[in-house]
């Protein structure tokens, strides 16, 4: 019986012997109390050198590995290892936990470093990416995360003298990280030639951007911002393992023992050598040291912690030791003193004070030691060793008495017989040897009979028998000394035993888990005295049972500590205290015994002392005398809320299901219904399962729930409101104190929490993500800032929120028992009370985690016979409620109960809305206000206590039990219901809204019905028996019971009634006669049970539906069964129709008609509209009749799961609903078509997507379509093949001259012209211009700045400020990948702030993923980095009216919509947005929380509440023949209205979410863009349009769409089309699809071109005039394009029509060749740009077009493997004189030589040939190649070029090179989008150079300019050409 408490005594954890210093560093500083906090196993130690006295923080669950320190020094932050590590931040004086950081990490936390301020703090997993991140600590939250590394990261720290830096360093890397917004960006150490590349253990940040850092070898590295300026070799001879900042300078040590002092420019100061210290010894190794002051604390691998003074450091102190590493198993305890021996496999054994808590000896031994044991004398101390041997030791003076080897495997156990003559030793190799002690250790008995290893022994008292453990769990026992077998119970029977440490026999039965046969207790140890037992598992637990325990599974108490195995644990020899040991964590933590009689003492224990017996969950002690749980608890912990299907499944399981759909919507689908419904009341109130979920509203209104509405009651003039947020059962409401919010909660797999304002019901705010399967108990606290709340998860989850902000502020496991209530304690906000089935908790919030104490149960009072549900507290007492029906008023200290009152029917006043079903109905809700007391029963009735005692009764609602059965009177407004609650109810549906009649039967029912002339009501009930009761008076009039199972409908014939048909679901129905009351025919052939039977209008006819989805026809009366064809049936006249089968009700059946069922169906009695009910709780209206499959319909949520049964009234003015479950009656008025009073709960239209296409355009599919790459990927835009010039084999050349020659110097190997005499080298390149503008994907981008003098836009990954008078740009160069979208804040407070989007690839945070900049565009700071899950790229951003939140839109597949608070990094809300593309996200310009989308068939209508979105679909249903179209962009005007753009033209005006009219034909194509303008709420239109008289492509509109102004813009091109619009004062700014930038002028409409680009790409062609900054390009548009560098603008530009690929200048100047894709060249004359001569010999593409230096010769280069040269001197005829054979690939470029006679081609192939000119004949000579110099040299292939080659050209190669004119430079453009600068030649392979980004994948060509002045770089994919100028050295 014992054993089924626990004991009630308990230990304190008094001391820990140890300091971890193996595999940790940076683990030991001072607080700021002048205590010592470091970490030994999983617990972190506070100790005081000033008392001697430790305190413990115990919140890890498994090893610490990490620590770091606040900078006020004494918050402490702690890392442990484990598969869901966590970081817990402490207070090192009260060693309680402030915050808990979690969910992040996993393996374990390597590193950690709080921030200068203390409010940040960095983090380093152990995960394979050692991921870092960043966390604002004090609210739990992740601010910012990024992979660290590939390898190992020792530190990490936050550079202290510059804000959002840090530093980490690691496994041959050092890496300096920026954090801005949300992203961490890490940039390389560059070693370069100062060091060499090592790895790097420690580091310290200082002054002036340096940063000095410890290295394996134990050098010290010093780093200025990123790059390595010195080193300071030789600091100690071996790695440095620590490095501390003071005030005074650095300390660092090292693996050499040493510890260094340096000041704070790192001169040394002074050297302490431990190893020559007294207490030093060979190898000790430094892991840790922190220097403050004029003391040194110094932590090592062999866990000793020494304490320096600095003035004497030869003299260091040591305060503390542990055991170094390697397993620790032994443990002895000495027999008459207060003394502990410990030996461990670092082959040392030490022997413990207790009492001083510090090691007094030690000796070293040759063997690892594995067990221990002192003689009962206590002067022999005897060692079991791992190799077989034992040496028995003088425990005065550690010498050695004997050693003996008797075996080879280890000894595990040896114990001294209690007479101390003998010693048992216990090896793994199965024996146990007895050795006599007197006989100087002689082997006297050897026990063999285990088949194991031998795991501990006990001696009986008389020394004459002992037991054994082995391996295999067996017990045994052996006679002493001769070691024979004992097999008799009965001799053991008596035994007394000394000590009892063994794990298996019947007195420790209970230390293993009932089920359990696992091996997992190491050790125990019996205290006889005090009756209890200690044990030791491999789980790091330390438990005390009560002994004996005879039973398994017995209570106990449990402490945590130690990490994983507790190896070992004995009691001292006093009892006084328990030791324990570890053995991976190689610590001894010693427990002090409090005995029951001292806990009475111990309550006024500190408080971290309670803390420690947090009593184990298995362990509350149920004590077998609770009462029984009251039945109706009972019933209550029993319900489950799980469902098998959740609505927010419903779009996953539509696209399962879309194959389905897919072929089923060919055929045009039923418009859905005009008419609309709306909730008008609902009867019923959610009492059953619920408590204290009933409350008045500041105005008195009340408010309650019921099934998934939200109710607002008004009893003055009895009418309701409903909030109808909730899409499921809500199981939980609470009201602000303020009495004007309501929180309620709801079932769900991701349940939600609405905050909802009682006045307007609009939600405030929307909590999810922390709770599953539903949220049973909401509070709020005492000032309302804070909710707290419960789930029904199996650990019944508390979370506590910041609700306004939608924050979770920390969360925590409630209990295993269900939770009934919260609540927040109103006198201290932090603490909330949980209370549930046997458990009351009482919770503190510490940042993450709840921390609970035991709270003494002061006094109990009965108040009530049964339990209490309800409590309500006032200013000066309380009332409750109960079982019992009494509501009883109580003084405020429950002294005195002032007042009962009893519901009772009698009390009833007359202005009761219903009747009560029976006295004293169980209490659930009680609640005060207004003078009187609100109270919910558990029959679902709200009723009003006055004070004076009258009671009236508000509404009510079926009891518990499903409601299936639902008739409507035939003329009167009057319904019946009849439910399984075993009650039969009449209700007024006018507006009285009351109950008229109830009447109880014997069983429930579940159908019923009114006959003809509405006189007789006929009831079916569950046994299988109706009857008929007059519907006046619910009196009987007649019954049956024919049938066994439950009668499923029930109907009379039509006209004069006479018939009744009764089906069941036995599969029959029974027809009887009403007036003979006789049964006159049964309809056979049913094979399942009947569902809906319906009669034809004759009577004559009876329509069936079965549960096997049958539909079957019988004739009445008899019941013959008839064939009916499909055609007929719509036919027949029918006089009501409920059946859910049949042709003209195929379409209510739901694309996943699978998984739910629709359960009834009503036709309204007009036979236009079919109204259904389905198991999702959905009531839908169709039109009738619903041909095809998934017809459209209109729907409404407020029932919770099924909808068992739907009926019209007699007028059709109402619809009445009943819910299954959720036992509610909900009546719904209809709204003819006309009727439009527009109101959001109107529904969604369908469950597909409109099946008529979007419309159609072809910039709109591009734009839809594109995949964007991302750089990193991106492979070669030319076919190449063959292998790469950096993997081929080079061959000698020939003529491999002697290194001293007579033979004339090498030529120069390019011909070096119009430079200065002096070579200046080119060091860098800056980007001064770029022509060229995204417009053809992307919108909205082009705005103004400054008033309309700057406008700024983007190309490429660059950001452009363009300077609308002067032409100059400046540049915003961070993003690394093309930049998608761009928007800018007009908040007056951020002013010029601008946002831009990028491509990315997949969302993990890392340097590729997609993200966000928000960059000043003045001085181009970025202010903030924000990294996104939008996996491949950003395509929409927009600011908030405050400009304080960005939303963004994302090219995911789900098009997830994101909001952040753009200056914290911080993501508010994100939300899938649609399974289409979203084109643009705009917010409305007044709001933070509206915002509009739109995009392929969809516009959305959202709301930001909390953290969560809300959306709404765009409703079309309201206007004629509006279809969904594919929408493009979007504008806002005052009132709510939204303008739409879309793919038609026409523009769409929307009021809220309902479309109100359309702009019809407002442009011709497209409507691509719509700007709103803030100050006058003009609206201006962009699209795509031929330019006509009327017409223009831009538009500029009044406020509200109704005229408008047109705009033509002069481009002569023949369509305009439009993709941004911008207006300023007076000027409208407009972006093109065609690369222009055109400003309007509002009055004179003139146009203005400020910006031009090419309009399609790739721009292959490129060439530089030879003596002027001119150059030319040509480009896959058709166009050739002159360009001015020094007036920035495009001077000119020729149409070809058709592509060109190539183009040159003359040597001259005065003529231009251009090659194009078709094989055709042409020559025009520069003065006159007329065409000189043209030709076409090939028919593929011309690649590459050269004039030879002498003007004399043209050579045209192509794909199809040749070179033609042309003669110029013959004139314009241009007739071939030769062509190059044998070229093994297409051309890529050529050069010729300065002479002419040479041309140079490189091929597709990888390979560089030579060859004469004219004759096309093919060199082979390599030293006559090597001697020729070029005029020009653009090849890319060459061994002069081997080195422009990189590492990274798998997939990607070099595309364009060209050398400078002075020869001494070189620049490449790749398939990475990168310009490279280099020297030339560079044979060397990867050669240095520096990189310039800014281009989209592919630059295709590059050129310098005349005088090197400039570089020009040509774009692939970006259209765009940019121009770098050339910075040069200076001389």
């Known amino acids: 019986m014992a054993a089924r408490s626990a004991p009630s005594c308990h230990l304190r954890l008094e001391w820990v012997y140890g300091y971890r210093g193996h595999q940790c560093r940076n683990n030991l500083y001072y607080t700021a109390a002048k205590e010592i906090v470091y970490f030994v196993a999983g617990v972190g130690v506070v100790y005081s050198p000033r008392e001697h006295r430790q305190k413990f923080y115990r919140g890890h669950s498994d090893d610490i590995i990490s620590l770091a320190l606040h900078p006020e020094r004494v918050l402490v932050a702690t890392g442990q290892v484990g598969k869901e590590p966590y970081i817990c931040v402490w207070d090192s004086y009260t060693v309680q936990t402030v915050s808990v950081l979690k969910d992040f990490h996993t393996h374990g936390i390597a590193c950690l470093a709080f921030d200068l301020d203390g409010q940040r703090l960095v983090s380093v997993g152990l995960d394979s990416k050692n991921a870092v991140c960043v966390w604002d600590w004090k609210r739990g939250k992740m601010l910012s995360m990024a992979p660290g590394h590939t390898d190992r990261i020792f530190d990490i720290s936050w550079d202290l003298y510059q804000p959002n830096k840090l530093v980490s360093c690691g496994v041959k890397h050092i890496k300096f990280w920026s954090l801005c917004g949300n992203a961490l960006t890490p940039k390389r150490g560059v070693f370069g030639k100062t060091g060499d590349l090592q790895t790097i253990l420690c580091l310290a940040c200082a002054r002036d951007e340096l940063t000095y850092s410890g290295a394996l070898n134990g050098d010290i590295y010093v780093w200025k911002g990123i790059n390595l300026i010195r080193t300071i070799q030789g600091a100690h001879t071996a790695g440095i393992f620590s490095m501390n900042a003071c005030e005074e300078g650095f300390a660092t040590g090292g693996r050499d023992g040493c510890i260094r002092l340096w000041d704070l420019t790192f001169k040394p100061i002074t050297v302490i ?179 194991s290893f031998i795991t501990h022994l006990d001696w009986s008292s008389d020394s004459r028998y002992i037991q054994t453990n082995d391996g295999n769990g067996t017990r045994l026992f052996y006679r002493m000394p001769g070691g024979k077998e004992v097999t008799s119970k009965e001799e053991i029977k008596g035994v007394h035993w000394a000590s009892w440490t063994c794990v298996s026999g019947l007195e420790v039965n209970g230390i293993w888990p009932k089920y359990s046969d696992i091996n997992d207790i190491n050790s125990v140890d019996g205290n006889y005295v005090g009756q209890v037992l200690v044990t030791a598992d491999d789980y790091g637990i330390v438990k005390l049972f009560r002994y004996p ?109 879309k194959e389905k759909q897919k072929s089923a919507t060919s055929k045009r689908r039923e418009r859905a219904p005009g008419n609309s419904i709306r909730l008008h009341f609902v009867h019923g109130y959610r009492g059953y399962d619920c408590r204290s979920n009933l409350f008045y509203t500041q105005i008195g209104e009340i408010v309650y729930h019921v099934a998934a509405v939200g109710v607002i009651y008004n009893r003055q003039q009895n009418t309701q409101r409903f909030y109808l947020g909730h899409d499921d059962d809500i199981l939980c409401l609470a009201i602000h104190p303020l009495k004007d919010y309501v929180a309620t909660g709801q079932v769900g797999r991701d349940p939600s929490i609405h905050i909802w304002d009682t006045e307007t019901i609009k939600p405030l705010s929307i909590l999810k993500g922390y709770h599953q399967y539903g949220v049973c108990a909401v509070d709020f606290s005492a000032d309302g800032k804070r909710l707290a709340s419960v789930g029904i998860d199996d650990s019944h989850t508390v979370v506590l929120w910041d609700w306004k902000k939608g924050e979770k502020l920390s969360v925590a496991r409630g209990s295993k028992d269900k939770i009934f209530v919260v609540k927040m304690n109103p006198y201290v906000p932090d603490k909330l009370i949980t209370a549930g089935i046997k458990h009351m908790k009482f919770w503190r919030r510490a940042g993450d985690v709840c921390i609970w104490r035991d709270v003494f149960l002061v006094k109990t009072v009965k108040a009530h016979d049964g339990p209490v549900f309800s409590m309500h507290a006032l200013e000066k007492g309380f009332v409750t409620g109960g079982k019992d029906g009494m509501v009883a008023l109580w003084d405020d200290s429950f002294e005195r109960c002032l007042k009962t009152y009893a519901i009772k029917r009698t009390a009833l006043a007359p202005g009761s809305k219903g009747l009560l079903l029976e006295d004293n109905p169980s209490i659930r809700a009680i609640s005060l206000g207004h003078g009187h007391i609100l109270v919910g029963t558990k029959n679902g009735e709200i009723l009003e206590v006055d004070k004076s005692g009258p009671i009236t009764l508000l509404v009510q609602g079926h009891m518990e039990g499903e409601v299936w059965g639902l008739a409507t009177h035939p003329y009167l407004p009057i319904c019946a219901t009849v439910s399984d609650d075993k009650t039969l109810r009449i209700w007024d549906l006018s507006p009285s809204h009351c109950m008229l009649a109830v009447r109880k039967l014997k069983k429930g029912g579940r159908c019923c019905c009114f006959s003809p002339d509405g006189k007789a009501l006929a009831v079916g009930l569950n046994d299988g028996s109706f009857l008929m009761a007059n519907a006046d008076t619910l009196e009987d009039l007649v019954s049956f019971h024919h049938r066994k199972d439950i009668i499923s409908d029930i109907r009379f014939s039509p006209g004069s009634g006479k018939y009744l048909a009764v089906a069941s679901h036995d599969s029959f129905i029974d027809i009887y006669n009403v007036m003979s009351s006789k049964r006159v025919g049964i309809c056979k052939g049913a094979t399942s049970y009947i569902t809906h039977i319906d009669w034809d209008i004759r ?131 209809n709204e003819m078509e006309g009727y439009r009073e527009k109101r959001p709960c109107d529904s969604e239209e369908s469950d597909i997507d409109s099946e008529e296409d979007g419309g159609y355009d072809s910039d709109v599919t591009r734009e839809n379509e594109i995949s964007y790459t991302i750089r990193a990927l991106s492979t070669n835009i030319r076919p190449m093949f063959g292998i790469k010039p950096h993997l081929q084999q080079k061959e000698p050349s020939i003529d491999e001259r002697p290194p001293v020659s007579r033979a004339p110097p090498q030529p120069e190997k390019l011909q070096t012209n119009n430079v200065g005499k002096k070579k200046r080298p080119i060091e860098d390149l800056v980007l001064e211009l770029v022509f060229g503008y995204r417009g053809r994907d992307c919108r909205n981008n082009v705005h103004y700045l400054n008033d309309g003098d700057d406008i700024i836009y983007h190309t490429a990954s660059i950001g452009i400020l363009h300077n609308v008078a002067t032409g100059t740009q400046s540049f915003y160069q961070e993003h690394n990948d093309d930049i998608l979208c761009l928007t800018i804040n007009q908040h007056p407070k951020f002013i010029n702030i601008v946002a831009t989007g990028q491509v990315g690839d997949s969302a993990d945070m890392s340097a590729t993923a997609p993200s966000i900049h928000i960059w000043d565009a003045m001085n181009k700071q970025t202010l903030s980095v924000l990294r996104c899950y939008h996996s491949k790229g950003v395509c929409s951003v927009s600011f908030s009216a405050t400009g304080k939140l960005l939303l963004s839109v994302g090219l995911d597949p789900e098009h997830t919509v994101t909001i952040w608070r753009w200056q914290e990094g911080a993501k508010i809300a994100s939300r899938a947005g649609h399974n289409q593309r979203i084109f643009v996200a705009e917010f409305r310009p007044d709001s933070d929380t509206q915002f509009v989308s739109v995009g392929v068939k969809h516009v959305k209508f959202w709301t930001l509440a909390g953290r969560a979105l809300l959306s709404k679909k765009g409703l079309l249903s309201t206007l004629e023949d509006a279809r969904m179209q594919t929408m493009l962009a979007v504008a806002f005007g005052a009132n709510n209205l939204t303008f739409t753009g879309t793919i038609s033209g026409d523009v769409c005006v929307w009021k809220d979410h309902i479309l109100c009219r359309i702009v019809a034909r407002a442009h011709n194509g497209p409507v691509f863009a719509m700007y709103t303008t803030l100050r006058d709420g003009l609206i201006v239109t962009g699209g795509k349009e031929r330019p006509s008289k009327e017409g223009g492509a831009v538009k500029l509109w009044d406020q509200e769409l109704r005229r408008c102004r047109a705009f033509r813009l002069e481009t002569g091109q023949a369509t305009d089309c439009v993709r941004s619009v911008c207006r300023g004062q007076g000027k409208i700014l407009v972006g093109t699809r065609n690369a222009e930038i055109i400003e309007v002028g509002e009055k004179n409409a003139a146009c203005n071109i400020l910006v031009n680009g090419h309009v399609d790409g790739p721009i292959w062609g490129l060439a530089t005039h030879p003596s002027r900054d001119f150059f030319l390009s040509a480009a896959e548009d058709g166009t050739v394009r002159l360009w001015d560098i020094a007036d920035k603008k495009m001077l000119n530009k020729v149409n070809l029509g058709h592509a060109a690929r190539t183009v040159c200048y003359s040597p001259e100047g005065d003529m231009v060749a251009i090659g194009m894709k078709n094989g055709e060249f042409i020559i025009l004359l520069v003065s006159s740009l007329k065409i000189w001569g043209k030709k076409r010999d090939r028919r593929c593409a011309i690649h590459d077009i050269r004039f030879s230096p002498d003007s004399r010769y043209l050579a045209v280069g192509s794909s199809e493997n040749s070179v033609d040269f042309y003669d110029l001197t013959l004139g314009p005829t241009l007739n071939r004189i030769s062509y190059c054979k044998d070229i093994p690939s297409f051309v890529i470029q050529m050069d010729f030589s300065a002479d002419s006679q040479y041309l140079q081609v490189s091929s597709g192939c990888y390979k560089r040939q030579v060859y004469e000119v004219p004759s096309g004949k093919h060199l082979m000579d390599h030293a006559a190649i090597d001697r020729i110099t070029w005029a020009t040299w653009t090849s890319i292939l060459g061994d002069e070029v081997t080195g422009i080659w990189s590492r990274h050209a798998e997939k990607a190669d070099v595309n364009c090179a060209c050398v400078s004119h002075s020869g001494i430079n070189l620049v490449t453009g790749d398939d990475f989008g990168m310009v490279k600068l280099f020297d030339f030649p560079c044979p060397e392979k990867f050669a240095k150079h520096k990189r310039f980004l800014g281009h989209s994948p592919h630059v295709t060509n590059i050129r310098f300019t005349s005088g090197d002045r400039h570089v020009i770089s040509a774009g692939g994919d970006d259209c765009s050409l940019f121009v770098w100028k050339c910075v040069h050295m200076p001389h």
Not at 419 to 427: M, N
């Open 1099 to 1229: 009577g004559k006819l009876l329509q069936v539906n079965t549960g096997a989805k049958e539909q079957l026809f019988f004739e009445a009366p008899r019941g013959k069964k008839q064939t009916i064809p499909s055609m007929e049936v719509e036919k027949i006249g029918w006089a009501s129709w409920t059946s859910v089968l049949g042709l003209c009700c195929e379409g209510i059946w739901p694309v996943i008609g699978e998984v739910t069922d629709v359960t009834s169906a009503c036709l309204s009695n007009d036979k236009m509209i079919l109204a259904t009910g389905d198991d999702l709780g959905f009531v839908k209206l169709f039109r009738y009749p619903t041909k095809g499959k998934f017809g459209k319909f209109k729907r409404y949520v407020a029932h919770s799961t099924h909808v068992t049964n739907v009926r019209w009234t007699y007028d059709d003015s109402m619809l009445v609903t009943v819910g299954g479950t959720d036992m509610s009656l909900m009546v719904w008025t």
């Open 273 to 451: 050598d431990l190893r020559e210290t007294d207490q030093g010894y060979k190898g000790l190794s430094v892991r840790s040291v922190c220097w403050r002051g004029d003391h040194i604390l110094v932590g090592t691998q062999d866990s000793e912690i020494f304490e320096i003074v600095v003035h004497e450091r030869n003299k260091p102190f040591l305060i503390m030791q542990g055991h170094c590493e390697g397993e620790l198993w032994a443990l002895a305890v000495h027999p008459t003193k207060p003394l502990a021996v410990t030996g461990s496999d670092d082959r040392s054994v030490r022997i413990w004070s207790l009492v001083d808590h510090a090691l007094i000896a030690r000796c070293n031994m040759e063997e690892p030691i594995r067990c221990a044991a002192v003689n009962v004398d206590g002067i022999h101390l005897a060692l079991g060793m791992k190799d077989g041997s034992f040496t028995v030791l003088r425990v005065r003076d550690m010498t050695e008495v004997v050693h003996i080897k008797d075996r080879k495997e280890a000894i595990h156990e040896l114990k001294y017989s209690p007479d101390g003559t003998y010693l048992a030793v216990g090896c793994n190799d199965s024996s146990v040897d007895i050795y006599g002690v007197a006989q100087r250790y002689k082997k006297v008995g050897e026990c063999i009979g285990s088949l």
């Open 549 to 657: 325990c005879l039973r398994k599974g017995a209570k106990f108490r449990k402490y945590i500590g130690h990490s994983a195995h507790v190896t070992n644990v004995r009691w001292s020899h006093d009892y006084q205290w328990v030791i324990s040991i570890g053995g991976a964590d190689h610590s001894v933590f010693q427990w002090k015994f409090i005995p029951e009689r001292k806990l009475k003492d111990a309550l006024h224990i500190a408080p971290q002392e309670s803390l420690a017996d947090s009593n184990s969950d298995e362990s509350d002690s149920d004590l077998s005398d609770v009462p029984e749980l009251d039945s109706e608890i009972e019933q209550e912990t029993q319900l489950t809320y799980r469902r098998q299907v959740y609505k927010e499944d419903l779009p996953q399981l539509k696209e399962q299901c």
